[in-house]
């Protein structure tokens, strides 16, 4: 049995970790989070310690280094994106390995500077990529490694989750702190993308804007028009009012699936990192590089096919 520790333990996908933690059988020894409004760990793990300031945290892990009983194995981050990297270096710091939310870090740079932090350490830092272990995911990667070598597929990938007023209060409207809406709301389809597909060969911006992104992606495998947007109004007309999301993404003609089956991909990702088989920096390079290029791109001429419809509808 493995002690865990959880910083960011007031957040929305914090219990999807707490429950793999128990559910594989390891205890949540400690949680942190400068919001105290952590009710859930009494149904899950009641025992654990909760401090609402890191500093109290940071005392309690080292004390607890004095007992091999007691002493932190794993740290596990959900915080807002900007505070990755800095927690990730102090759960390293603290003798622990760490296992971390998408975006991992923001830049390249920055996950260099991580690597140089695992050295130091000996441990190792974790990527939560839970897609790579969905089932649809998995057997559309067997079917294109199965095409043609020189077969390239046509992908069309569409997904609007509209938002309300709070979100742009939050730190996630903030892109000082969530990086934009193509990093907090894409980087998990891109790196579904290169999962895959393959490594990526060319990365076109046509659209960045505050609530939307698109452009154009070639892997090896594939081409890809995309849209993303977390405001209603990008919604079509037949779900607008509807439904408050919509996802599509479109492969040569054929839908992919995959609206069920994300239940339990936490602690499968969990049960993977614990028996050798986890996603590391290494795993997450791709997508950190493809969301910075994004990020900072100036936008390209919105025209010809590699174009998503829904930005050639704004443009009509």
């Not at 996630?172 to 999962?195: C, E, Q, Y």
């Amino acid at each position: 049995m493995k002690n865990f520790a959880l910083i960011g333990a007031a957040g929305y996908i914090a219990p999807r970790h707490m429950r793999a933690i128990k559910d594989l059988g390891h205890r949540l020894a400690v949680a942190y989070d400068i919001n105290d409004s952590v009710g859930i760990i009494d149904s899950i793990s009641p025992d654990a310690e909760f401090f609402t300031e890191f500093e109290c945290f940071q005392e309690f892990a080292q004390r607890a280094k004095r007992d091999a009983a007691t002493k932190l194995d794993i740290v596990s981050i959900c915080t807002p994106n900007h505070l990755h990297h800095p927690h990730i270096a102090a759960g390293l710091r603290l003798g622990c390995d760490v296992i971390c939310e998408k975006p991992l870090v923001p830049t390249p740079e920055l996950l260099d500077e991580l690597a140089r932090v695992e050295r130091e350490t000996g441990q190792r830092v974790f990527n939560i990529l839970q897609l790579r272990h969905h089932d649809a995911i998995l057997k559309l990667r067997d079917k294109v490694a199965a095409a043609p070598a020189d077969t390239k597929f046509d992908v069309e990938l569409t997904y609007i989750t509209s938002r309300g007023k709070w979100y742009a209060q939050s730190w996630k409207g903030d892109p000082r702190k969530s990086f934009g809406v193509a990093t907090n709301i894409g980087v998990h389809f891109f790196d579904m993308l290169h999962f895959i597909f393959g490594k990526l060969q060319t990365n076109v911006v046509h659209h960045n804007a505050e609530t939307s992104a698109a452009g154009f992606l070639e892997y090896e495998r594939a081409r890809v028009r995309w849209f993303l947007s977390i405001d209603a109004n990008d919604l079509p007309d037949g779900v607008r009012g509807k439904k408050p999301t919509f996802r599509n993404i479109d492969i040569s003609g054929e839908q992919l699936e995959f609206s069920e089956g994300f239940t339990d991909l936490h602690t499968v990702s969990y049960r993977e990192i614990l028996e050798g088989r986890g996603y590391g920096l290494d795993d997450a390079r791709h997508c950190v590089e493809t969301v910075n290029v994004i990020r900072s791109a100036r936008p390209a001429a919105a025209t010809g096919s590699e174009v998503h419809p829904f930005i050639l509808a704004r443009r009509a």
